[in-house]
């Protein structure tokens, strides 16, 4: 079984997109169709940067989906197989929604722009803060966590993989955290450079607004399951993906268990769309028995091809 798996924020690099649009007309055709709905030259900014406006959040996001989209379209040109399944980490989950056929690209190229805007308005600059944890447990972190909350907000945001979760919550939280976690033996315990504390309770002020704009949206069936960030179980219909998107702002991304489910329903086979080879690295360190492909370049699609003997 295959299940095909798409990258959130933190992929994206300018020239992304490039070589498949220059390559492939109906990669070329997606980057076409989402500078349509964004109404800008979102394909000139990936293709070309710069990269401090790729890296605006409201930027980032349809950016990173459109060009995962983009490679999809390349591969399903080449006879690519339908998977099994699709999941998304965070942002992925859009495009995992266009490649199950749930979500239209213009409405999810639209809506994440909005989504990106949003996140970035709902906290202060500065007032929030996340850091990645490394080498100690869920359990660990959950408790040293609820210790250094102190009335604020701190918790587990990202649980990537058995050796890496991300928290998120109020600054000042989120440093007694660090130094909690460090004398509780943590390997690495570092603030991320980020704009936003993503994926926690300070996230409500943009839920809410993302859902006012989600439930105008025509969500289908999904003709392939999805695993959700939210649940980390497959799920088809379009009102309860819906709602996965909308509680998915405020909480956290079981990458770990989304991926835990996907060996135990028999996937043996996850190739990454799109930017970067984050998600290829975090299935590894979940399960170094499965293979784990990633196509962000017509090379790279020509190497998946033959690992997955089309």
Request: proline share 4%.
């Amino acid at each position: 079984m295959i299940a095909y798996i798409f990258p959130g924020q933190g992929s994206q690099a300018p020239g992304m997109g490039k070589d498949l649009a220059d390559k492939f007309a109906a990669a070329r055709q997606v980057f076409e169709e989402a500078d349509e709905a964004v109404g800008f030259a979102l394909s000139e900014l990936c293709f070309n940067g710069p990269a401090e406006q790729l890296q605006l959040t409201e930027n980032t996001q349809p950016a990173i989906l459109t060009t995962s989209i983009a490679v999809l379209r390349a591969m399903e040109s080449e006879g690519f197989p339908r998977p099994d399944f699709v999941a998304g980490h965070s942002l992925g989950e859009y495009s995992a929604l266009v490649a199950a056929g749930s979500l239209s690209l213009s409405d999810a190229v639209t809506t994440v722009r909005a989504r990106g805007r949003y996140m970035q308005e709902a906290v202060p600059v500065g007032t929030g803060a996340m850091a990645a944890i490394l080498g100690v447990s869920l359990e660990t972190i959950e408790a040293a966590c609820a210790e250094a909350a102190q009335g604020e907000v701190c918790g587990a945001a990202n649980i990537n993989s058995p050796s890496q979760i991300v928290i998120a919550g109020d600054a000042a939280a989120i440093d007694r955290a660090i130094e909690l976690l460090k004398e509780r033996g943590a390997k690495r315990a570092i603030k991320l450079n980020v704009s936003a504390p993503f994926h926690c309770a300070l996230m409500k002020p943009a839920q809410d607004r993302l859902e006012s704009d989600l439930r105008s949206v025509d969500m289908k069936e999904a003709i392939v399951p999805v695993v959700t960030n939210v649940d980390a179980k497959a799920e088809q219909n379009g009102s309860k993906l819906r709602d996965s998107l909308v509680h998915q702002v405020s909480q956290p991304v079981r990458w770990l268990q989304s991926v835990e489910f996907l060996i135990n329903q028999g996937v043996q086979t996850f190739i990454e769309i799109g930017p970067g080879k984050v998600l290829s690295g975090l299935v590894r360190q979940i399960n170094r028995d499965v293979r784990c492909v990633n196509v962000e370049d017509a090379a790279n699609l020509q190497a998946a091809r033959a690992a997955i003997s089309i």
